[in-house]
């Protein structure tokens, strides 16, 4: 009775690789034998599902009473006794190369008995380290052995051997979606310099970085099969995205997840400075009782300027107008203002009016200093500021002087122009100054917002590696694809020239390629075509796209 509840049980545990091969299965049922120490009475159903008939299913087998119950097992059979497989195979006496699959030392032993000619070690489920030792090749999925047997697979390139490097304490959310996709993920909590970037990323498909890794011209250029870049953060000034667009590698950044985490810190410090509840802290710690009003007043009826009204400053405008405070803004672009927020014509305009201006600006180049000496002039006699954006728009020394001058009445900065690699001594003009909160760069630094990052990244670029969707890159054509139906999928990256898409359909043409779905997104410097043909092609196609002038990057999906 218990017979098919344990067959059904099985049957939800059949390896991911297993169950999406089932076209091997089809294709090559004669030459597939399953030898197992297990029982054929639950073994035959779960194989027959793959077209393996129970005739090339070796395995013990339980003897029954009148009742239909299984009172024991076959003694007789070969497969009761110690190193029973390689009598069976023995008996097989099978012609060909013999290869061996399993995830044990007694699938191995067939091999040193020298009547399997190669043993894969299988550790999709389990790795033990004694049958990997052994084998001629380990297999981490069904997917690398057909790889390396050249047989018909339902991918083109096993994720096993899609290598990724995770850099600066990526969350492990991340390390765990990536490894359960298949993909051979390397996490590595610290940053790295250009030179030792140089040596890792040599081989690597996927880099997972945050904003302290610098990823150069330099580094792409040693960097021979990279695919992809998740940048585990907001900014994307660390990558030299020019480059990679030249050398078709894609790039993905988490421009919504930590917005949330940002703008809490931002209420948070916008309550202590205007409470001044930082020196009373300190004294507090010093031992000092100094229990007074002066200086600490409610946000309630203040103005708040806040300069960039992207996510960021959107959010920060709502919460801060539900705790009462009076929202101006100023941004370059028209952006409609949210709640009674009052958009500002000019800076000036705004820094005049504020009691506490927070700066939500990107990384361009052209920002660095956006606030300096005459912006901070410009501002409200004992008027605070926070920065949390980037480390360069808000000039610290001119920072420094309004603050020892009285100029300014506080000051909340959590981002540098030049950071620590990884945790250690830091140095600023800023420390030990009156109402001045300085914190490492951790505005999206929260459980909640590296988890939902996390999960954000990773999705991206599986979704790029998978199936080649480019929605959100930052440095790339945006296309979303529909689903691979049966399909080969070829992806062109090209310089975008004149006529490559006329010279690639001109290639198609001559092999007599039936395409099924053809898909085109450019940008001012690069095409991607994407193109889905019948599973059925003289492979010579391959090398006829790879040679077409002015391709960047090419890959076949199936």
Request: net charge negative; with cysteine; proline share 3%.
């Amino acid at each position: 009775d218990d017979l098919p509840g344990l067959v059904e049980d099985l049957q939800q545990k059949i390896s991911k690789s297993i169950s999406s091969n089932r076209e091997f299965f089809e294709k090559f049922t004669d030459d597939i034998y399953v030898i197992s120490c297990g029982f054929k009475e639950f073994i035959d159903p779960i194989v027959a599902e793959y077209n393996i008939p129970s005739d090339r299913v070796y395995a013990n087998t339980f003897k029954f009473n009148k009742e239909g119950y299984i009172v024991g097992f076959d003694e007789e059979n070969p497969l009761a006794s110690h190193n029973g497989k390689i009598e069976c195979l023995r008996r097989l006496d099978l012609d060909g190369e013999v290869q061996v699959i399993g995830d044990g030392y007694s699938d191995y032993v067939m091999r040193e008995a020298g009547i399997a000619h190669k043993f894969f070690a299988y550790t999709e489920n389990v790795h033990r380290v004694k049958a990997a030792d052994k084998a001629d090749h380990v297999t981490p999925n069904l997917d690398e052995f057909l790889f390396v047997n050249d047989l018909p697979r339902n991918l083109s390139y096993p994720k096993n051997r899609i290598k990724i490097l995770l850099l600066e304490n990526v969350h492990p959310v991340a390390f765990d979606n990536l490894s359960e996709d298949g993909f051979s993920v390397e996490l590595i909590t610290s940053s790295m310099s250009e030179e030792e970037l140089i040596e890792k990323i040599k081989g690597v498909h996927v880099l997972g970085i945050r904003s302290k890794t610098q990823v150069t011209k330099k580094v792409l250029e040693a960097a021979n099969k990279l695919l992809v870049i998740g940048a585990f953060c907001i900014g994307t000034k660390q990558i030299d995205l020019d480059q990679c667009r030249k050398n078709g590698v894609v790039v993905f950044n988490a421009p919504y997840s930590n917005t949330r985490s940002v703008v809490e810190l931002a209420i948070a410090e916008i309550i202590m400075m205007m409470r001044n509840i930082f020196p009373r802290s300190v004294e507090m710690h010093q031992g000092k009782w100094n229990k007074t009003a002066g200086n600490s007043r409610e946000v309630r009826g203040k103005n708040l300027g806040i300069i960039g009204y992207g996510n960021i400053g959107k959010q920060l405008s709502i919460l801060a107008e539900s705790l009462g405070m009076r929202v101006y803004y100023y941004d370059l672009e028209d952006r409609l203002a949210l709640g009674n927020a009052i958009r500002c014509s000019t800076l000036e305009d705004l820094l005049n009016v504020s009691d506490v201006v927070s700066v939500h600006i990107d990384d361009k180049k052209s920002n660095t200093s956006f606030i300096g000496e005459r912006e901070i002039n410009q501002m409200r006699d004992g008027a605070c500021i926070i920065n949390l954006s980037r480390g360069f728009v808000v000039d610290l020394k001119a920072l420094e002087k309004a603050l020892k001058s009285g100029k300014l009445g506080g000051a909340s900065i959590d981002v540098f122009p030049k950071e620590p690699r990884t945790n250690g001594p830091f140095k600023s003009g800023l420390q030990g100054l009156e109402n001045v909160i300085l914190t490492p760069h951790i505005g999206g630094s929260t459980e909640e917002a590296q988890r939902d990052i996390a999960d954000f990244v990773p999705n991206k670029i599986m979704d790029y590696i998978n199936t080649g969707n480019t929605v959100d890159a930052v440095n790339f054509p945006n296309i979303r694809l529909p689903k691979q139906v049966n399909a080969h999928r070829f992806l062109h990256i090209h310089e975008n020239m004149p006529g490559i898409m006329a010279k690639i359909n001109e290639v198609l043409a001559s092999y007599n390629m039936n395409i099924t779905g053809q898909y085109l997104s450019t940008d001012s410097e690069v095409g991607y075509v994407i193109t889905d043909l019948d599973k059925e092609y003289n492979k010579d196609v391959i090398k006829a796209l790879k040679n077409i002038d002015h391709t960047i990057k090419f890959r076949v999906l199936y």
